[in-house]
């Protein structure tokens, strides 16, 4: 009898077993549709905002707001996560499925309550939940973003995990080089009837876009382009050295070429400098390389071909050196005429009254501060308003996505930091100081937690290991990080790069209990 009752006991586990493989293949299918195609999705929205101020500035002001990049990224990271989630629990339920231990665990629960601690007592609730209406970024995204990473580290992959994200990746890359090739070149697809009948499928009737807004890709504007296409530089980069199989090493090394021609295109230089400062890390990564020769000849490859790319767009549009070795050298070897003063991450007026007459010549103005930009591109002012507002709420923050209604408009010093008093900042322009400002110094601490651990963990098997997914994904989600510098977060860059991030740890805990035991 007892001979028995063991055999049923093994058949259950076998379909345990098998039924979590297949809820697991299924979930995976899920996170490669975050990750390749919810930041290709470009549709119009309309929402009806309820602003927290009384004021006639248009940017802060309630009504009926239109967006083109967010709205229908978010709603499709969200039915992802439900459907996901779902699948997810009754895995652990009613298959016998296991959550990994991981000091992870903690650190994800405490940035989670921090977030809903920090919506509730937020000043601005509605918009802390939310979200501003073109960013979509509150707490629903967050807990969505946080809830796809915790489901992606406690899943089981295919062998061939690496292969599947990079392929899922490439229409991202074809779609956004063309599209911001053709705006480069003066012909924005926004214009064509085709495109923009199809972005605007689901607005209601008598909405439409207007005519000044334009296409540079499937990701907000100029700065998230740029922090993500450096992202797929390095990523495609580092596989081309590593992969074995020559044909699809040449397939990522096409692709890193195109990424770094989107990144110049971008016209920002926070991509340039963050391709510029991994490429130290990848050296190393070819260094450690099986196939050393061959992998520093795919760098070299990479280098030669991106100097015909870059004369080429410097060429058409100084700005493209302006914006990347000028850094280096203050002086530009290309036409300074043809820089297109259109694609500045600011557009300020740069003419201002500097003297007043009167007939009472005892009438004088006030000494105004001089117009000028704090370094960064007006960062450094932006974030030092930012560190005095989080000195007012330490503990819990304002709530995310909340910046815009509390950051000090109309400031004199302003003209010190931004050329001019009259610019509305809507964003800080740094994840770190956005997550110190909205959750408070308690959210801060739990997500540099997750970040650090992460980057621990990941980095120090991929050093002793030399295991090329892991080293793939650990520099993919460290320049996410490093490009977090400079940006900031929106459901398109954030939503794939922390499920990125969640198979990176699922694949570094399942290769350390092989290497170091279950105990380790």
């Not at 899943?155 to 480069?184: A, E, Q, R, W």
């Not at 070897?333 to 694609?343: L, Q």
Request: charged share 15%; with cysteine.
């Amino acid at each position: 009898m007892s001979k028995f009752y063991e055999k049923v006991a093994y058949r259950d586990t076998e379909e345990d077993i098998q039924s979590q493989k297949s809820v697991d293949k299924w979930i995976f299918g899920l996170l490669l549709i975050v990750i390749g195609f919810v930041p290709l999705i470009v549709m119009a929205s309309v929402v009806e905002v309820q602003s927290p101020m009384i004021t006639n500035v248009s940017a802060l002001t309630g009504g009926t707001k239109g967006d083109l990049f967010t709205h229908y990224k978010a709603l499709a990271v969200l039915v992802i996560t439900i459907l996901a989630g779902i699948m997810f629990l009754a895995k652990i339920l009613f298959m016998n499925g296991e959550i990994r231990k991981t000091k992870l665990n903690y650190a994800i629960g405490a940035f989670a309550v921090a977030i809903v601690l920090s919506t509730i007592i937020s000043p601005n609730i509605s918009i802390a939940l939310h979200g501003q209406y073109n960013r979509t970024d509150g707490a629903i995204s967050w807990l969505c973003y946080l809830a796809l990473f915790f489901i992606a580290m406690n899943i089981d992959y295919p062998k061939k995990v690496l292969n599947y994200v990079l392929y899922s990746l490439y229409p991202f890359v074809v779609i956004n080089l063309f599209i911001i090739t053709m705006n480069f070149y003066g012909n924005d697809l926004l214009q064509k009837a085709a495109i923009k009948k199809i972005v605007i499928a689901f607005l209601p009737a008598g909405a439409n876009i207007g005519e000044d807004s334009i296409l540079v890709g499937t990701l907000n504007q100029w700065n998230y382009m740029s922090g993500m296409f450096a992202i797929m530089t390095v990523m495609f980069l580092t596989a081309a050295i590593l992969e074995k199989n020559i044909g699809q090493g040449i397939g990522h090394l096409i692709v890193a070429l195109m990424s770094v021609a989107v990144v110049l295109m971008s016209i920002s230089t926070s991509g340039f400098l963050i391709v510029f400062l991994m490429m130290i890390v990848i050296f190393f990564v070819a260094f450690k390389a099986e196939k050393r020769k061959r992998s520093f000849a795919i760098i070299a490859v990479f280098l030669i071909a991106s100097v015909p790319v870059f004369h080429i767009l410097a060429s058409h549009n100084a700005r493209v050196w302006h914006e990347t070795f000028e850094l280096i050298t203050k002086t530009n070897p290309y036409n300074e005429s043809s820089i297109d003063a259109g694609n500045f991450e600011y557009n300020f007026v740069s003419g201002f009254i500097s003297k007043a007459y009167a007939n009472e010549k005892l009438f004088e103005l006030p000494n105004l501060p001089e117009a000028s930009m704090s370094a960064g591109s007006g960062r450094v002012y932006i974030w030092s308003k930012t560190i005095d507002l989080f000195k007012e709420r330490p503990i819990f923050g304002y709530g995310l996505d909340t910046f815009m209604y509390n950051f000090p408009h109309y400031n004199i010093d302003s003209r010190a930091g931004l050329q001019s008093e009259h610019i509305i900042t809507d964003k800080p322009h740094s994840i770190y100081i956005s997550w110190l400002y909205s959750a408070g110094i308690f959210g801060f601490i739990s997500i540099m937690a997750i970040v650090i651990i992460i980057i621990f963990k990941a980095m120090n098997l991929a050093i002793k290991g030399n295991l090329s997914s892991i080293w793939i994904f650990s520099i993919a989600w460290v320049a996410y990080l490093m490009q977090g510098l400079f940006n900031d977060s929106i459901p398109g860059i954030t939503a794939p790069m922390w499920v990125v991030a969640g198979i990176l740890v699922a694949q570094t805990l399942k290769y350390k209990e092989q290497i170091y035991g279950r105990n380790s």
